[in-house]
């Protein structure tokens, strides 16, 4: 038996310079055909956070994912269908790992694609204006969040990091200031390697150290 409460995933991944979006193509009314985020109802029995799990790995066939409850939408009109309340949750995977994932495993989607961040089609229901308040908290904690570090691969490039904050922010950023903030943090591990399989000179790879990180943020 089924709730009229529904979570719905704003799933972030970052791929060839650009913030991706992952949105699914709805086969059921209503807004049947349109795009959407993912989401479902909440069972009966079901936990909230066991239902966000439940929609991600359906979606990207992933478990423990990075995600973070952005908060709760409940505007009278936001369905046609009635007030339905849906809370929206934050998440974040790392594009390699689910490039080969992302295929339609329920009925009620035909298929799921990714979208940049600043190309999206016309969205279903509110899912526009959940999506606007997401990469608004996303630039607002940039600097004291892990969300960034959860798009790169283990092992990245200062210029792949660079990329990531000016997709969220959408805009460029001074190379030599932006590499200067990131040494004073202190929480960039260099390591004895470089890029490999490029044409171009292979820049120096860093490792996020996660322990560091916190250490601060719980000072600031």
């Not at 970052?14 to 709805?26: A, D, I, M, S």
């Not at 998440?91 to 490039?99: A, F, G, L, M, R």
Request: aromatic residues 12%.
């Amino acid at each position: 038996m089924q709730t009229h409460f529904t979570i719905d995933c704003v799933i972030y991944s970052f791929n060839e310079g650009k913030l991706q979006l992952l949105l699914t193509e709805r086969s059921v009314y209503p807004y049947k055909d349109w795009w959407a985020l993912p989401g479902f109802f909440v069972e009966k029995d079901e936990e909230m956070e066991d239902a966000v799990k439940r929609i991600l790995y359906e979606h990207t066939g992933l478990k423990d994912i990075f995600m973070e409850q952005l908060g709760a939408f409940a505007d009278a009109k936001r369905h046609p269908e009635g007030r339905i309340l849906t809370v929206a949750f934050s998440t974040i995977v790392k594009y390699e790992d689910v490039k080969s994932k992302i295929k339609p495993r329920t009925s009620y989607m035909r298929q799921a694609k990714w979208f940049a961040i600043n190309q999206l089609p016309e969205l279903a229901f509110d899912h526009a204006k959940i999506v606007q308040q997401s990469l608004q908290k996303l630039k607002h904690t940039i600097n004291y969040s892990s969300a960034v570090y959860e798009l790169l691969p283990e092992k990245f490039t200062l210029t792949q990091l660079q990329q990531v904050y000016e997709a969220i922010l959408g805009k460029t950023l001074d190379k030599r200031n932006f590499r200067k903030k990131i040494a004073n943090a202190g929480f960039l591990k260099e390591l004895p390697e470089v890029q490999k399989g490029v044409s171009y000179r292979a820049a120096r790879l860093y490792k996020f150290d996660k322990r560091k990180f916190q250490k601060q943020v719980n000072i600031m």
